[in-house]
């Protein structure tokens, strides 16, 4: 790991257990997996096709009960996706609406609650089986024009 910067994260596999450790945010995503440093200091690569779901943490304690679909639209600006994974699981979240911030290695999420353990969490595009748009929050395309100010005296000698 190039950098002393690292977040907490929990990476939930398919077929095998959960792995918690820290990962660089800026370099955790290589060719053959992800990067994790372990809380015992050892570093791993873990393969793509092993990986469920790659959640950013507050605390690796938490509990595991958390929502996967909104409840109602999401307020926050991006775009509202359901991301349907291999085992059948669906989970939804917001992404941003900005093309040059998608990963080349798969799709980072807000989840639909703010007040759960997860912060973000990242999905390897192997592990989709497919990603649908359900709205655009916040389009600069649907900006309101602002009301003119009322009138409030007649115009006696306007011209």
Sequence with gaps: MAASTTKKAVIR?????????????????????VELLSAQGNVSTVPYDEIKTI??????????PERHVFQTRPKMEGLWVSLRFRDGDVMEGVMPNNLLQLEHYGFTVIPPDPYSNNQRVFIPRVSLRSVEVLG??????RRRKPKPPAKEQIGLFDE
């Design 13 to 33: 596999r398919f077929e095998k257990e959960s792995l918690a450790g820290y990962v660089n945010p800026v370099s955790y995503l290589q060719p053959a997996g």
């Design 55 to 64: 959640a950013f943490v507050r605390d690796f304690e938490a509990g595991e």
């Design 136 to 141: 655009v929050v916040g389009s600069p395309l």
